[in-house]
């Protein structure tokens, strides 16, 4: 709500109302109420308004005419404005801040209040609680209880500590020892582990006798032992046909015959007197060692990759490859044993790498 009024220079000036608002809040119509204290009456603003018509007719051309007369009924004077000064200055003197400062000479005390004199027996009790605790823990010392009905005392601990002593002195390593003073009853009898003095062994059983005949026997066959192979000596000829002895010495001739007898020392074998030597070369496709005629080594054959190579070489079976054949660099040599040498492959990269062969044939 907004009003208007003119000054006494004839300018316009706008007053707002508090009132004026955004904010809608609930409000009950009045029609009539008594006033609060201190507010404005109907008679005060008649006075103000004769007070502010005296002034109006002061003003001539804008101004106000010093030399009129003004009534000073009600008006402020120097030394009232004095006396209000002084008592605004006795306030500001109160001031701290933002706050006003007041000293409370004396109150009494609403019922029931903490006074200092109970504040400090307080304090003292809490002093004492506090002379209690350990860290984060109330210490407690539990100078008498009585037992609850069952409970384990002293003398009955000991007495079980005694058992349990007896016990532990039958015990040997893990085991429960047992001495069997009576004879067992008829029939299963499931003991545990017991330490036997004597007893009637069962039909069929191990005897010591026993025991030390086939110590002697084993003794025997230990003998015969040479490392981790069974020595054996040929008394007679080998039988006709296969006979897979396992590893032998032999003292005398092998029967004419096969005779597959496993690993043999042997004394004089023929030698090989041919040897036989060729080149593959090393291309983008696998290629058979020895340009598919069959060659049959006698022993070893060795492949060496020729030390000019520029490229790395694959040696492998059928289908070798760069990711699944035996790598040969420029130099490189490798031995191995093989019935044919068409069985053996070379693959490479550029055309101008090559492997040697050599073998006996």
Excluded at 26 to 37: E, G, K, Y
Excluded at 55 to 64: D, K, V
Excluded at 165 to 178: H, I, Y
Excluded at 182 to 200: E, H, Q, R, W
Aim: hydrophobic letters at 40%; proline letters at 4%; charged letters at 10%.
């Amino acid at each position: 709500m907004a009003f208007q009024a003119i000054d006494a220079v004839g300018s316009t000036l706008t007053f707002k109302s508090t009132v004026d608002s955004d904010v809608h809040t609930p409000h009950h119509i009045v029609d009539s109420s008594a006033l609060p204290t201190g507010a404005a009456t109907s008679a005060n603003q008649s006075t103000m308004i004769t007070h502010l018509a005296a002034l109006a007719g002061t003003i001539t051309g804008g101004a106000i005419d010093v030399n009129a007369t003004i009534s000073t009924a009600g008006l402020a004077t120097d030394t009232k404005q004095d006396t209000i000064i002084g008592h605004l200055a006795t306030l500001a003197g109160a001031v701290g801040g933002t706050e006003v400062q007041v000293d409370v000479l004396s109150s009494a005390l609403p019922t029931g209040a903490a006074t200092s004199a109970n504040q400090s027996t307080e304090i003292g009790h809490l002093a004492t609680l506090a002379g209690a605790v350990s860290g984060t823990e109330v210490q407690v010392d539990v100078l008498s209880s009585a037992l609850p009905t069952g409970a384990a005392t002293a003398a009955l601990q000991s007495t079980n500590g005694g058992y349990l002593a007896t016990l532990a002195g039958a015990v040997a390593g893990s085991e429960m020892q047992v001495d069997v003073v009576a004879p067992l009853p008829a029939g299963t009898n499931n003991i545990g582990d017991v330490d036997v003095l004597s007893c009637a062994l069962p039909t069929g059983a191990s005897t010591s006798a026993n025991q030390t005949t086939a110590i002697g026997h084993l003794s025997t066959l230990a003998g015969a032992v040479s490392g981790t192979e069974f020595q054996v000596d040929l008394v007679g000829s080998i039988p006709a046909g296969d006979n897979n002895i396992g590893n032998v010495d032999i003292a005398s001739a092998i029967p004419a015959g096969d005779n597959n007898i496993g690993n043999v020392d042997i004394v004089s074998i023929a030698q090989p007197s041919t040897v036989s030597t060729g080149r593959e070369t090393a291309t983008g496709s696998a290629a058979q060692f020895n340009s598919g005629t069959s060659k049959v080594p006698k022993g070893v054959v060795i492949l060496k990759a020729a030390t000019g190579n520029s490229n790395p070489c694959y040696v492998g079976p059928s289908g070798v490859s760069s990711s699944n054949g035996f790598l040969l660099e420029a130099g490189d040599q490798v031995t191995l044993e093989i019935d044919d040498l068409n069985k053996l492959y070379l693959i490479g990269t550029a055309g101008t790498d090559y492997v040697h062969w050599m073998c006996n044939t």
